[in-house]
């Protein structure tokens, strides 16, 4: 429908620039958009406004002029002008019932394009240290970043999902030494624990399997615990493999998986961290500092300078970073996407001034980075910040088997990456209209009873009979589902294109809202079988639409609840 419009506005500024009332030159972006207020018609646009000042008449006066050069459509019941100039349109109901034909024809797929065109893209999400369980700010990592690869595949871009280890630093030398205590019999009230060592009971289990000598099978490993409590490089290499295994783990139990797992110490294995040095140094971007080397990264926009290697000769964790860009770059992707938390925003500038500092071809503001904001976790309106296993968060494993998968992915991927979450696990967990998730999935179930119900009074669907009898649907509720269902196509492009899968899961509140509304107002079980077969066949469109938008939340369509 809305093609439609845009169709006949573009037939009508063609025929005013013939008359000599709009410019010949004049090529307006036409903005057409759903009406908030069916008072308003369906549909609204603003070109009289935008073509008023080179067209010099005033905007209502030149919307009566657009009004009057639209060509006759049967799919447009009435036009009116609305305010200064507003266009209003009102979608005839065959016309408006056709998108129940196309979302049945089209199944699974209604809502796909192919704009990517088969481009690759890389999304890199979660990668979160393995030195403990991920916690609940990695699931919301997960979520959207997941949920930004199942949209980009729907508008047709080969996605690639990647997850970086940081198995090398400071940060696994830790983990190894509080294993090893733990190994000892230390425990971490005791003063020969060590400073910076992780306090969870999980270290406690990663200790009791090493002395146990337990064999663990990671993504690209096979570790077999030696058992020996002085080899502190066995007990890392044994830590990290068990806390991969885990994390695999989590991220299964969240129907998360991934292309392509890389490892931060294959940079330093393959000499790519002295390269990246080198070539800097060689570009002229570096110099020497109080035993330290720099980089210009002013040049390139940061705000200050940055240190690449410490005096002790040890790297900041900038520099690896800017190596694991380049090697993605090399790698043929054109658009990266680093879905990340909000605290490695101060990254962000430094990682692209490196990548400038290179002379490698890569484009500025490149790659393209997706930041969440921080989630609180509560109960019964009080913050739960601790998880027995985990010592000092909240894990994802924790919410999942409190709220459910569904509702743990669904609930961290609806609001805006940018704002603070707050995780209500009594919401979650509530069966009610008040529980998005719930509202969501109980109106595809709803379908779902709908259609048992039909066949168990042996008034079984007749597809052929509810095409021919779409016309039937005149009520406003079965107008404004049909309508909703129009603008998903929209709905997944425009979330695709800002990586905001949010929008998805507004739509599908809006759209469940909608088709509540209209099961309450409106019989389906009627006498008339055209009728009866119309709502039907609209339901059915509801369901397929409710389905496809679950499944790019990574949220399942139950048909019972």
Not at 187 to 194: G, H, I, L, M
């Amino acid at each position: 429908m809305k093609e439609t419009i845009v169709s006949l506005l573009e037939n009508a500024l063609d025929n005013l620039k013939q008359q000599g009332v709009l410019p010949a030159d004049a090529a307006p972006a036409i903005k057409v958009d759903p009406t908030r207020d069916k008072a308003h018609g369906d549909y609204a646009t603003n070109l009289a406004l935008m073509l008023a000042k080179p067209a010099g008449r005033k905007p209502r006066e030149l919307a009566e002029a657009l009004m009057a050069a639209l060509p006759a459509s049967e799919a447009v019941q009435k036009v009116e002008i609305a305010g200064p100039g507003f266009i209003n349109f009102f979608a005839a109901t065959d016309a408006a019932a056709q998108v129940i034909r196309q979302v049945l024809e089209a199944g699974d797929t209604f809502g796909r394009n192919l704009t990517g065109k088969g481009q690759k893209v890389q999304v890199e999400f979660v990668s979160a240290n393995p030195t403990g369980p991920l916690h609940v700010g990695h699931g919301r990592g997960a979520a959207i970043g997941d949920c930004i690869c199942r949209l980009l595949e729907a508008t047709g871009f080969d996605v690639t999902r990647e997850f970086y280890y940081n198995d090398a630093g400071a940060q696994i030398s830790n983990l190894a030494l509080s294993v090893q205590a733990r190994v000892k019999g230390i425990e971490p009230d005791s003063a020969a624990w060590p400073a910076d060592g992780y306090r969870g009971d999980y270290i406690s289990e990663v200790a009791k399997d090493y002395l146990a000598g337990e064999t663990v099978h990671a993504d690209d490993r096979h570790v077999t615990a030696k058992a020996d409590p002085d080899d502190l490089d066995a007990i890392r290499d044994f830590a990290v493999a068990w806390l991969r295994r885990e994390q695999d783990l989590d991220l299964k139990a969240f129907g998360v998986s991934f292309d392509v797992y890389f490892l931060e110490s294959s940079l330093y294995d393959q000499g790519k961290v002295e390269e990246t040095v080198e070539r800097l140094i060689a570009n002229g971007h570096t110099y020497e500092q109080d035993g330290a080397l720099w980089l210009r990264t002013t040049r390139f926009g940061d705000d200050k300078d940055r240190v690449m290697r410490k005096s002790d000769g040890s790297y900041t964790y900038f520099l690896p970073d800017v190596a694991y860009h380049l090697n993605k770059w090399q790698r043929g992707f054109s658009t990266v996407i680093d879905e990340q938390g909000a605290d490695h925003h101060s990254t962000v500038t430094r990682v692209r001034a490196g990548l400038q500092a290179l002379e490698a071809g890569i484009p500025e503001g490149w790659p393209d980075y997706v930041l969440h904001q921080m989630v609180m976790v509560t109960r019964s309106g009080v913050e739960v910040k601790l998880s027995k296993r985990a010592g000092s968060y909240v894990t994802v494993r924790d919410l999942i088997d409190e709220v459910g998968r569904d509702a743990t992915r669904f609930f961290l991927a609806a609001r805006r990456a940018d704002s603070q979450l707050t995780f209500d696990i009594d919401l979650a967990r509530s069966q009610s209209n008040d529980n998005p998730v719930y509202y969501v999935q109980y109106a595809h179930a709803r379908v779902c009873s709908m259609l048992r119900k039909a066949d168990a009074e042996s008034l079984h669907f007749d597809h052929d009979l509810a095409m021919v009898s779409l016309a039937k649907l005149e009520a406003e509720q079965e107008k404004a589902v049909m309508n909703r269902l129009a603008r998903f196509p929209e709905v997944v492009s425009h979330a695709a294109l800002s990586r905001e899968p949010q929008q998805v899961a507004q739509y599908l509140l809006d759209l469940a809202a909608e088709f509540h509304s209209c099961y309450n107002a409106v019989k389906v079980m009627v006498e008339d079988d055209e009728l009866r077969n119309a709502r039907l066949a609209l339901g059915l469109a509801t369901r397929q639409v409710l389905r496809n938008g679950l499944d790019l939340m990574g949220v399942s369509a139950p048909e019972e609840m």
